[in-house]
């Protein structure tokens, strides 16, 4: 018997897991779309760190929600400015330093404003 209810709590402690698992994917999901709509301009680093990791996870994103071509360059033009002014770069990467991301998206958090910059140029361009 008790093994049986030890199987049951994990059973759902699983279904749990996998169900939070997957609202994390759509709140990141749901901020691309947020920051592009609202905010593009604005180049928060959170933001900008959360949708990088975002499409790590899901390269095919940007196909998949049919973002409106002026909100994308808008966020392609927010990033450029950032990543092209040293203040601005080096309160982003501060910023980063300050969040402490795990270690398995530091490279990501490092290199966002390149990696972001460069997949958002590249989906306008296949347009």
């Given at each position: 018997?008790?093994?049986?209810?030890?199987?049951?709590?994990?059973?759902?402690?699983?279904?749990?897991?996998?169900?939070?698992?997957?609202?994390?994917?759509?709140?990141?999901?749901?901020?691309?779309?947020?920051?592009?709509?609202?905010?593009?301009?604005?180049?928060?680093?959170?933001?900008?760190?959360?949708?990088?990791?975002?499409?790590?996870?899901?390269?095919?994103?940007?196909?998949?929600?049919?973002?409106?071509?002026?909100k994308l360059e808008v966020l392609r033009v927010?990033?450029?400015?950032?990543?092209?002014?040293?203040?601005?770069?080096?309160?982003?990467?501060?910023?980063?330093?300050?969040?402490?991301?795990?270690?398995?998206?530091?490279?990501?958090?490092?290199?966002?404003?390149?990696?972001?910059?460069?997949?958002?140029?590249?989906?306008?361009?296949?347009?």
């Open positions: 018997m008790i093994q049986f209810f030890t199987i049951l709590i994990l059973i759902n402690f699983k279904i749990q897991k996998n169900l939070l698992v997957a609202a994390l994917r759509l709140l990141k999901e749901q901020k691309l779309l947020e920051f592009s709509a609202f905010g593009g301009g604005k180049g928060n680093t959170r933001d900008l760190f959360d949708i990088a990791v975002a499409f790590h996870k899901k390269p095919n994103i940007l196909s998949l929600m049919n973002l409106p071509t002026e927010t990033l450029y400015d950032i990543k092209n002014d040293v203040t601005l770069s080096q309160n982003y990467l501060h910023e980063i330093k300050l969040m402490q991301p795990h270690q398995d998206y530091m490279n990501i958090a490092l290199n966002t404003l390149d990696y972001l910059y460069q997949l958002i140029l590249n989906h306008l361009l296949k347009r």
